[in-house]
């Protein structure tokens, strides 16, 4: 009995936090995918064509466009790959790490299970080998303007990963860049990050519930840290953008020219005739993580790479209260 209880709370808590999580993830993942260049673009001859995508300049006014175009079912596309992705990692920390586990759907929040080097390396990879393939999953059917069924995962499969995919894998593995940027990521959070709040902050999750605050947390050294984390977001930002760009990048069999499967049957548009974000084409990828960048500044500008900054900047910031 106390099992069935243990597994319907645990259920129903990955179902409470996504009903309120998923909206606000579609939205960061599409507002930070929309491609808007600044000028005109070569078409395939050579001829020069304007850029019709939308342009989209704040969180909530993407949060607004996809409730218009694709109604609540489009806020709340990618709930399956969220949730399953939660309950197994939620599971994998409860049975095999012996630490609380950092969610990688809340970039900002580390927690490092050993202070040496050797685990804290260990604890990296074994974070960046569970959270790609969820990452990219999630990201492509967050992205899709494809209505997918929820328990039909095959038909999903079929639209969001490449014959090539679907037959290997571990293929999204070598997503151009996008490994990079990943773990590039963890280790500025658990290393610097979370290094200099060791130095700064006390941790206040290990007070017990009656004691006092310590002493050292002052709000001169909560200052102190609140700028280091503005700082961060320098480097953080950023690099949540390029990691979602590049998880869009569908993964092909070597450089033979692959034609564009058409979906299966019952795989219609959510949205009214008109997507809600506009992609790079795949036949001019991303070539990796620096070609990635370049581009974005080139073509976009350099303040699309801190598209929804303050969001990173609040996940940042929690962790001094953890």
């Not at 927690?111 to 990296?124: D, F, H, K, Q």
């Not at 494809?146 to 014959?163: A, C, K």
């Not at 605050?213 to 390029?242: A, D, H, K, W």
């Not at 073509?299 to 699309?304: A, I, L, R, S, Y």
Request: glycine share 8%.
């Amino acid at each position: 009995m106390g099992l069935i209880l243990f597994v319907l709370g645990f259920v129903f808590s990955i179902f409470l936090s996504s009903l309120i999580a998923v909206p606000l993830i579609g939205t960061l993942v599409r507002f930070r995918a929309n491609y808007t260049p600044k000028g005109l673009q070569l078409d395939q001859e050579g001829g020069a064509e304007a850029h019709v995508g939308p342009v989209v300049t704040s969180y909530f006014a993407m949060l607004l466009r996809v409730k218009r175009i694709e109604g609540w079912q489009g806020l709340y596309k990618g709930s399956m790959p969220i949730m399953l992705g939660s309950a197994f990692l939620t599971l994998f920390a409860t049975l095999v790490m012996d630490t609380s586990f950092a969610n990688p759907r809340s970039p900002g929040r580390y927690n490092v299970p050993a202070s040496g080097i050797l685990e804290l390396l260990e604890w990296t990879l074994v974070l960046t080998l569970l959270t790609i393939p969820f990452t990219i999953i999630t990201n492509r059917a967050i992205t899709t303007p494809r209505r997918l069924p929820w328990l039909n995962p095959l038909t999903s499969f079929h639209v969001l990963l490449t014959p090539t995919e679907r037959a290997r894998p571990w293929k999204l593995y070598t997503t151009p860049g996008f490994v990079v940027a990943q773990v590039l990521h963890i280790l500025y959070g658990v290393v610097v990050l979370h290094g200099v709040r060791l130095l700064i902050l006390p941790s206040l999750s290990d007070i017990q519930p009656g004691q006092e605050i310590p002493q050292n947390f002052t709000p001169l050294r909560l200052g102190i840290y609140v700028i280091c984390v503005m700082i961060s977001v320098i480097v953080l930002c950023p690099l949540e953008v390029i990691a979602t760009r590049l998880s869009l990048q569908r993964n092909h069999a070597g450089s033979a020219p692959v034609p564009t499967e058409e979906p299966e049957d019952g795989v219609e548009f959510i949205g009214q005739n008109e997507d809600v974000v506009g992609l790079r084409s795949e036949e001019d990828p991303y070539l990796g993580f620096v070609d990635c960048y370049k581009r974005i500044v080139n073509e976009e500008g350099v303040w699309v790479l801190y598209r929804a900054w303050w969001l990173t900047f609040l996940t940042a910031l929690s962790s001094a209260f953890s």
